[in-house]
């Protein structure tokens, strides 16, 4: 009877795990599943010797081990050669394609935690052992055991390896160091080092309160199930009941793999764990066969390492620049090194405070980050490679520029001069940026060789640089196609929509979001200087704050004679609706575009989707809306018949639209 209840127990909570992990599809409430896991606790304190091997109980941890038992991997554990830019991806395809005719590959994250291995024996996970040296690894079957994402029991009786990672997320490292800070224990480095660190503990009940996540990604017997591409075998071992990536994707060629590979570049921040890299792999597994192996790596697969983000150098000099708004940063000066594709001599500090919390030194060792494409920052100071010479910050009480004293307000130093040379080049170059006018060919070296030369002293002077065509043509470095295309840049700024303008203008605390909602609001600029105070804090999202310094704006005569002086050019002071259109097919839907289309381009599709209030992505998951398809269409086709995601071609796409 007892037994007959743990028994209907441990299925209820296999088959929860199955539908939570595998499935991603829960089926039973957190209290639900704490309720029927405490009353197997129970039973099984109570009647010890009821207890079943692989009780999902396991998961609690409490095994503690002498020693690591060495395990011998049948087939070794390989690792993967690296590829590091575009070009040696091709280099890659070509080898490939001298042996495999149109090969498919199947993209995957490369997930930065520990490889291992799982054995399971007819349907039941019998050993977890890590990577070591590829042939001997180490057993950790009982802290594999703890990991909520790797089943205990799989779908069917098999006997069968699979290889995978074993990670730890973002936010469970989050939540692991600040329990540490508390305590006052060392930080775990990086979700690498956490996760290994976790699995090589003699006592379960590290690696079981630790949090750790899995995913599969490597069947090494698929011929032995009749499996003939590595897709099947990622799709079979989900239907067994393991985690694989959702982000998995087959591809077409090397214009879908270089896609995949810049989306996720630029998309990787956004996922709960790191990834240090894509992996690409040979889909055909006759054909990885033909291929085979050097001594290291499998020839049929690659990793492309994503690159780094953050480097060491040295801290030579500190020193100081003055913002737009007069705000003084200082900034650290170089040895230079190469960080994510350039070289980087100089990266920001923020303000004084910074340095001092972070104890920055000039002479330094420092780690110097960049995210995205963020200015490059010194993230903290190695204090270990300190020799003694290394020499205080002391902040500045003057402007570099104009030597004028600064004044201090919240954490940042200001110079508050407004006749401050370095003031009006930073406006200047703030007018022309991207999401103000938007001017092309005037880089910010050229503004202040400008601004120095008498070329351009207002914003206005941009307007003006027609009539002196002759002279800039004149400059070193300076042709005549490189002065049209500017002139013709700064004209067609002069239709830009007001918002533009209002933040091109450089008022304080109007960033583009302001501006654009001042813009959606007074329609064009005679509205908004005619405007009050209290009208403005009305206005949703428009505090007191900006209010103020809007209203302080226009009551300064040298602005009003500045819009004045625009208005004459004939740039654009209304605002132009290019709105989006309230379309309830696309509304906050996520759409997947593949194959190629006939009418339009895909990224005329992406924009027409955006505009109408949807978004795209670029792969399929069961949050797909629709997939639009063209001709041609790749794996993403496939994927959305298989999860029942709505096919639309161009053709009903454009209907939609219309
Ligand atoms: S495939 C023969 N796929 O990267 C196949 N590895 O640098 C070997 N890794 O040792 C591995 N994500 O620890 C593969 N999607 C993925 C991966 C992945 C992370 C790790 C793995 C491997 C290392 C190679």
Same mark, same amino acid.
């Given at each position: ?116 291995? =799982? ?34 029991? =799989? ?172 705000? %003084?940063?200082?900034?650290? %000066? ?94 200047? %170059? ?229």
């Amino acid at each position: 009877m007892i037994e007959k209840r743990m028994q209907e127990i441990i299925e209820i909570i296999n088959k929860a795990n199955y539908d939570y992990y595998a499935k991603d599809n829960p089926t039973l409430t957190d209290q639900e599943y704490d309720r029927y896991m405490q009353e197997l606790l129970k039973l099984e304190s109570k009647y010890p010797e009821l207890k079943q091997k692989n009780s999902p109980t396991v998961r609690v941890g409490g095994v503690v081990i002498d020693e690591f038992v060495k395990v011998k991997h049948e087939i070794p554990m390989l690792s993967l050669s690296n590829v590091f830019n575009e070009s040696d991806i091709i280099t890659f395809d070509e080898r490939i394609r001298k042996e495999v005719k149109n090969p498919i590959y199947v993209c995957e994250l490369k997930i930065d935690g520990l490889s291992v291995s =799982l054995l399971y024996k007819n349907g039941k996970l019998v050993r977890g052992a890590t990577r070591g040296d590829g042939v001997t690894g180490e057993d950790i079957t009982h802290n594999v055991l703890t990991i909520k994402e790797i089943p205990l029991q =799989l779908s069917e009786q098999v006997d069968i390896e699979v290889r995978g990672e074993i990670y730890m997320s973002k936010i469970a490292l989050e939540n692991i160091n600040d329990l540490r800070k508390e305590k006052g224990e060392t930080l775990l480095a990086n979700p690498r080092n956490a996760a290994a660190g976790s699995v090589r503990q003699l006592d379960s009940k590290v690696a079981a309160s630790r949090n750790l996540s899995n995913f599969i990604y490597h069947l090494p017997n698929s011929l032995d199930y009749g499996i003939h591409t590595h897709y099947d075998a990622l799709e079979y071992m989900k239907k067994l009941g393991f985690k694989t990536n959702p982000n998995n994707q087959k591809v077409n060629g090397i214009n879908e793999l270089l896609e995949y590979i810049n989306y996720w570049t630029e998309n990787r921040n956004n996922l709960p764990y790191e990834i240090d890299g894509i992996v690409i792999k040979l889909d055909n597994i006759d054909n990885q066969q033909r291929l085979g192996f050097t001594a290291k790596y499998p020839k049929w697969a690659t990793a492309y390492k994503f690159p780094a983000t953050e480097v060491l150098t040295k801290l030579k000099e500190i020193k100081f620049t003055v913002g737009r708004t007069g705000q %003084i940063t200082p900034n650290a %000066i170089l040895e230079p090194v190469r960080l994510m594709g350039s070289i980087i001599s100089k990266a920001t500090l923020h303000n004084e405070e910074y340095i001092k919390m972070k104890d920055i030194r000039i002479g330094d060792i420092v780690s110097v980050i960049k995210s995205g494409d963020v200015i490059p920052r010194v993230e903290k100071t190695i204090i270990e490679r300190r020799n003694g010479d290394e020499i205080q910050f002391v902040m500045t009480k003057n402007c570099p520029i104009c030597n004028s004293d600064l004044v201090k307000k919240d954490s940042s130093y200001y110079c508050i001069n407004p006749l401050c040379d370095a003031r009006k080049i930073e406006g200047l %170059i703030h007018f022309v940026s991207r999401d103000a006018m938007n001017i092309e060919g005037l880089g910010e070296n050229i503004i202040e060789d400008f601004y120095n030369m008498g070329y351009l002293r207002f914003i206005s002077d941009f307007y003006n640089l027609n009539d002196k065509k002759d002279e800039l043509m004149e400059l070193e470095g300076f042709g005549e196609k490189s002065i049209n295309n500017l002139i013709d840049s700064i004209e067609n700024s002069k239709n830009n929509s007001l918002e533009r303008l209002l933040f091109g203008l450089g008022i304080r605390y109007v960033g583009n979001k302001t501006a654009k909602i001042l813009s959606v609001y007074y329609k064009n600029i005679d509205n908004l200087i005619n405007t009050t105070y209290e009208q403005l804090i009305t206005i949703k999202d428009i505090g007191e704050r900006i209010a103020k310094s809007i209203i302080n704006y226009f009551n300064n005569e040298e602005n009003i004679q500045l819009i004045n002086k625009l208005k004459q050019y004939k740039v654009n002071m209304e605002y132009i609706d290019e709105g989006i259109i309230d379309n309830i097919e696309f509304e906050n839907k996520t759409f997947v575009l593949t194959g190629s289309l006939k009418d339009i381009t895909r990224e005329e599709a992406s924009n027409i989707i955006e505009k109408n209030g949807g978004k795209t992505s670029n792969s399929v998951s069961k949050n797909t809306f629709a997939v639009i398809v063209g001709e041609n269409p790749g794996s993403k086709y496939d994927k959305a018949i298989n999860l029942n995601i709505p096919i639309w071609t161009e053709q009903e796409f454009l209907e939609k639209i219309k």
